[in-house]
């Protein structure tokens, strides 16, 4: 929010609350855009705005919320990477704790921020499970569920656990790793796979599970989400098995 703030704050920030009109949106759409801003960036800033002053009126401190206009949400992006692919990134990362990163991403689907936050005593090496939430984090968090472990997964977590230096299962030289961008970048450019990055991968796994023909429920649940909307409108077109069974209905 603080960050959202700096980019409303130059126009909406001495306006009073009720007088925010269309026209304020509009320009600030088109200010944004001319700076080369995205369309879902500046949905999300207005969106960010709408949701304060709802908060601000259903807690009797203004009379009531503006309409808060916002350019349309993108469609979801389609890129992801291929099994084959995902090798040769991994391959292609030579410092450990990216590789380690690389597998932890792609083998739970996680937010990359779940990921670098993920600390040993939630991994529970016996039952093979992760718990990608902070039980200490009471914020609302998107994307953490608790997931199984497989086996690739646990071989290079029992390699990490091994030689490690900090409470933190992504660590460089004892610390805990605020960011892998730069690492990934290194990597996915060496593999010629330029355009990866932590979401691609959190995106990458949730294909493979649906063109594996996992129900969309199920990916639901592994991803995280709170309900089974958005798995669907994301992914279901990647099941070999979404709206099959329909297709026989229509026979003559």
Request: hydrophobic share 40%; charged share 25%.
């Amino acid at each position: 929010m603080k960050h959202t703030w700096k980019a409303l704050e130059a126009r909406f920030g001495e306006l009073e609350s009720v007088l925010v009109s269309v026209d304020d949106c509009r320009a600030h759409t088109l200010e944004r855009r001319k700076a080369g801003i995205k369309d879902g960036t500046i949905h999300t800033e207005l969106g960010h705005l709408r949701m304060v002053l709802k908060w601000a009126e259903n807690n009797g401190l203004i009379a009531r919320a503006p309409h808060i206009e916002r350019p349309a949400k993108p469609d979801p992006k389609e890129y992801h990477i291929s099994r084959h692919e995902a090798v040769r990134l991994l391959e292609s990362a030579n410092v450990p704790h990216i590789a380690l990163s690389i597998r932890l991403l792609l083998s739970t689907g996680a937010r990359n921020a779940a990921a670098l936050e993920l600390t040993w005593d939630r991994v529970d090496m016996d039952r093979r499970l992760i718990n990608l939430r902070n039980p200490f984090d009471r914020s609302r968090r998107k994307g953490r569920a608790t997931v199984p472990v497989n086996d690739q997964l646990f071989s290079a977590l029992t390699e990490a656990k091994n030689v490690a230096l900090s409470p933190f299962v992504v660590e460089w030289g004892g610390n805990q790793v605020k960011s892998i961008k730069k690492g990934l970048k290194a990597a996915a450019v060496a593999a010629g796979l330029p355009d990866v990055s932590p979401h691609v991968l959190r995106h990458s796994a949730a294909v493979w599970l649906a063109e594996d023909g996992h129900s969309m429920s199920e990916i639901s649940q592994f991803l995280g989400h709170s309900n089974t909307r958005v798995t669907e409108r994301v992914y279901a077109r990647y099941s070999p098995d979404h709206l099959r069974s329909l297709a026989s209905s229509l026979e003559f």
